[in-house]
């Protein structure tokens, strides 16, 4: 059975602090590793990734997946209290059957 | 251009009914995937349709079903509705082509009293 999962589930940081959020995987087939955000509803698309070794850069945050170790991380330097969020990591076996942590829940506090 | 569009966005029902939640994806995709996200399970997946055929599917009841019309909207449907079916429904489209990103909706949000 295909498992990914996150650490830790929760966070709670000052502004300005920089984080790292992680995910592991255990998987049969592999065509890419996701990140999304999730506020309210709607998870929002933050990375794709698919190589080993290439950092996927947006602004503040930045993403890196390690298929050898089968493990990505999140980055995000100068946290902002718009940042508070769920972070959810999911692989994409190449059957559009996505697997998804539980995700991690990052409080920034002002 | 419009995101993934999501009705209704809240129902309330009770056990036993049936409900039917619609789903209408970027203009332009092929592929509907639908899931369920709940406190102590998070999003697990439930099927994805492409060209109207349902191409994979989760582990659920056959309780839950779906179908996908020709202009690529899609519905899914819970019939004998139990409290445990309370969730977030969320539905995400793609090109349903190669290396793809699901981009997903707002979610209906689904009580069973």
């Known amino acids: 059975e295909d498992k990914v999962v996150q650490s830790p589930l929760s966070l709670v940081v000052h502004e300005g602090d920089t984080v790292t959020l992680n995910c592991s995987y255990e998987v049969t087939n592999f065509r890419s590793l996701l990140w999304y955000k999730q506020e309210k509803k709607a998870p929002t698309f933050l990375f794709m990734l698919t190589s080993s070794g290439i950092e996927k850069k947006s602004g503040r945050l930045s993403s890196i997946l390690d298929k050898k170790e089968l493990f990505s991380i999140l980055n995000i330097t100068a946290t902002q209290t718009g940042d508070s969020a769920v972070y959810l990591c999911a692989v994409d076996p190449g059957s559009y059957q996505l697997t998804f942590g539980k995700g991690t829940k990052l409080s920034v506090i002002p | 251009k419009a995101g993934v569009t999501q009705t209704p966005r809240y129902l309330i029902k009770t056990r036993g009914q049936q409900v039917t939640l619609s789903c209408s994806p970027i203009s332009g995709h092929r592929s509907v995937s639908w899931y369920q996200q709940t406190p102590g399970q998070g999003l697990q997946f439930l099927f994805e349709y492409f060209s109207e055929t349902q191409r994979n599917k989760g582990n659920f009841p056959g309780r839950f079903s779906g179908r996908q019309f020709s202009n690529s909207r899609s519905e899914m449907n819970v019939s004998t509705l139990e409290l445990g079916d309370s969730a977030l429904y969320l539905c995400?489209?793609?090109?349903?082509?190669?290396?793809?990103?699901?981009?997903f909706g707002a979610g209906t949000r689904l009580s069973v009293l």
């Open positions: 995400a489209s793609s090109r349903g082509q190669g290396t793809d990103i699901q981009y």
